[in-house]
């Protein structure tokens, strides 16, 4: 059968169904360019089988695993170890899912990050601590870091949390609750963080990708840098477009993330910067965690929340309720993520039922830890058929 595209062309797929496809679309399907597939080290929550899985479910084809791993990958050793266990866990399961691997920034790694050039997307700097012992926060270490990726023509991603201040507002919270989170790991950590890493990519001309931008003060900077034409990237999260700080009320630790959720006003400027351009990618920081773990007590809770599965039907609701265009959705789902990272092109779809209503349910989550922060929220649109390397997956 013929099925229509988001820009007006068809595709052919070899199904059979006695549906009514009026409103089935296909898409391009998605690339997820910040994931956290927990392999090595902490299979419990995830691994590139059940990570496999959800990401068909979720119409992504495409991921960016992490490097804050057991151990972390931060040489080749590490990252051929990881790269051969990810190959074995993919053939397990069936499914060729496109992976590639971030390296993350050490203090002393520099000839590891040479020596890896050809075999990553990019090197991560953690500028503010969170889950995992990745930390690098003095400048003339991060300096470093930029200069070389500048000379390798890597991409630089930064975590960008001001390790200092964060630190700064510990000291004011000694009993702290999930409802510090917020205050302890305030927006001018962010907002410092970015500016340090944008004048850094100023200073060395290394390509810069600022991860999980959830404030209005970092906008404000990416945009400059951007009008100044350096070459600065911005990402966002589903958990930041769609919840905010008052979630903590009714999701205590499962609203619990590094960097935290912000503000109304927050959350309308991000999606204002979705609508300008500002922001580039739509990565969902998928880090699940276990319900056990989560249910710790404050702050022993780790933070990070899984997402993959949702996110392209918390984006079709969004844009059945007038919030978002289609061309949008697949600019920040797929076609930013290509061209930013110089990805080939693939012939990969998601096919969508725009009409489809269903409430989100822990229950039918793919995802080893089997819980999500969206769970019970009504959703109209849904991907049913994920098309990877020319095979028809039905979700």
């Not at 988001?6 to 997820?32: F, H, K, R």
């Not at 040489?75 to 397990?92: F, G, H, P, R, W």
């Not at 690098?136 to 200092?164: M, P, R, W, Y």
């Amino acid at each position: 059968m013929q099925i229509k595209t988001y820009n007006g062309q068809t595709i052919e797929v070899d199904i059979t169904t006695a549906d009514n496809t009026d409103s089935w679309l296909a898409l391009p399907a998605l690339i997820d360019p910040h994931v956290h597939f927990r392999t090595p080290g902490a299979e419990q929550k995830e691994n590139w089988e059940s990570g496999a899985i959800a990401a068909i479910a979720g119409g992504v084809t495409t991921v960016f695993d992490m490097p804050n791993n057991t151990p972390s990958i931060v040489d080749e050793s590490t990252l051929d170890a990881k790269t051969n266990l990810v190959e074995k866990q993919l053939i397990n399961v069936g499914i060729p899912l496109r992976n590639y691997f971030y390296l993350g920034a050490t203090l002393d790694n520099l000839a590891e990050v040479e020596k890896c050039k050809n075999k990553i997307i990019g090197v991560k700097i953690f500028m503010g601590a969170s889950t995992g012992n990745l930390l690098v926060s003095k400048n003339e270490a991060q300096e470093k870091i930029f200069k070389k990726c500048a000379e390798l023509g890597l991409i630089v991603a930064v975590h960008a949390e001001d390790d200092d201040l964060i630190n700064e507002q510990k000291l004011k919270f000694p009993t702290p609750t999930v409802f510090d989170h917020g205050k302890i790991r305030p927006d001018t950590a962010a907002q410092s963080a970015v500016a340090k890493a944008i004048e850094l990519a100023r200073k060395t001309g290394a390509k810069l990708y600022i991860l999980h931008t959830s404030t209005a003060l970092e906008l404000d900077l990416i945009k400059k840098a951007k009008q100044d034409g350096l070459a600065i990237y911005a990402e966002t999260t589903p958990h930041h477009l769609f919840l905010d700080e008052s979630a903590y009320e009714t999701l205590g630790t499962l609203a619990q993330m590094n960097p935290p959720l912000r503000s109304k006003s927050d959350v309308a400027a991000l999606w204002q910067a979705v609508e300008d351009g500002t922001i580039d990618t739509i990565g969902t920081d998928h880090a699940p965690h276990t319900l056990v773990e989560k249910s710790l007590p404050y702050p022993q809770s780790p933070s990070g929340v899984p997402g993959i599965e949702t996110n392209l039907p918390l984006l079709l609701n969004a844009y059945n309720n007038g919030k978002i265009s289609l061309e949008k959705i697949v600019k920040i789902t797929r076609l930013n993520a290509q061209k930013i990272f110089s990805l080939p092109d693939n012939n990969d779809w998601v096919i969508v039922d725009l009409k489809k209503e269903q409430p989100i349910k822990n229950i039918n989550l793919k995802t080893k830890c089997g819980w999500s922060p969206f769970d019970g929220w009504k959703i109209k649109g849904w991907p049913i058929y994920t098309i990877l390397n020319n095979k028809l997956y039905k979700i």
